[in-house]
């Protein structure tokens, strides 16, 4: 599933796209592909690996006091940033030609990350990735991840669904999709959202996220967490 992205900055090659979907999926490598997608299949596969055993050290250690949590949302700040000096660092060897390194520098701007749900308490959050295609002359396959917050808050005002303009932004139709999956997703479960806040963002500099299809993901990722839980970080919308 595909979801439409305007951004001329990262691009991944066909194989290297695919690449980090097999990755993703526990899929095999393809030996037809280039050097520069074995990179970011093998790379994709370690920090997966190691995402999974720093979620299992975190689990194990439930208590988060006030200053962790404080700690843990300058953290979440900060990803923005980080992410788009990453995609600056692209930019760079892709102008000086270094198509081997490109694959390992998206390898680390692109590697999924995700908060325990229930850590925060009564604050939510995971970083989801998403399948891609840029809509520039040469559409591109790309992997990108999008930040879902969630919180129940005290009063049953309704659903609010706040869509962050910075770094990057959701396109109307792509906001209205969200929210109409959220409400469906929700009902189908059975579960209220008089108290929801859901809080997303795009953490690339000057990308925008179109199209409707990523809506359903969104959606069950905010029900996970509405009950405590995650969906797995292998799962690529």
């Not at 989801?128 to 999008?146: E, K, Y």
């Amino acid at each position: 599933m595909s979801h439409a992205l305007k951004n001329t900055r990262r691009r991944l090659s066909h194989d290297e796209a695919k690449a980090a979907e097999a990755a993703f999926q526990g899929q095999p490598f393809n030996g037809d592909w280039s050097d520069a997608a074995h990179l970011v299949y093998d790379g994709m596969l370690a920090a997966i690996h190691k995402r999974s055993e720093e979620r299992r050290a975190a689990q194990a250690d439930q208590d988060v006091d006030e200053a962790d949590y404080v700690s843990t949302l300058l953290l979440r700040e900060e990803m923005a940033e980080e992410v788009s000096a990453a995609v600056e660092r692209v930019k760079r060897l892709l102008s000086q030609g270094l198509a081997a390194l490109v694959g390992l520098a998206l390898l680390w701007s692109l590697m999924p990350q995700e908060a325990e749900a229930g850590a925060l308490g009564r604050l939510r959050e995971q970083v989801i990735p998403i399948l891609a295609v840029t809509m520039a002359q040469a559409p591109t396959g790309i992997v990108a991840n999008l930040i879902v917050s969630f919180e129940e808050r005290h009063d049953r005002g309704g659903l609010m669904v706040q869509f962050r303009t910075t770094p990057g932004r959701f396109s109307r139709m792509a906001q209205t999709a969200v929210e109409q999956a959220i409400h469906r997703t929700a009902k189908a479960a059975g579960l209220s959202t008089d108290s929801w806040t859901v809080v997303l963002s795009v953490p690339y500099a000057g990308l925008t996220v179109y199209g409707e299809s990523l809506s359903a993901m969104v959606a069950l990722v905010v029900v996970a967490l509405a009950k405590g839980e995650t969906v797995p970080s292998d799962r690529v919308t």
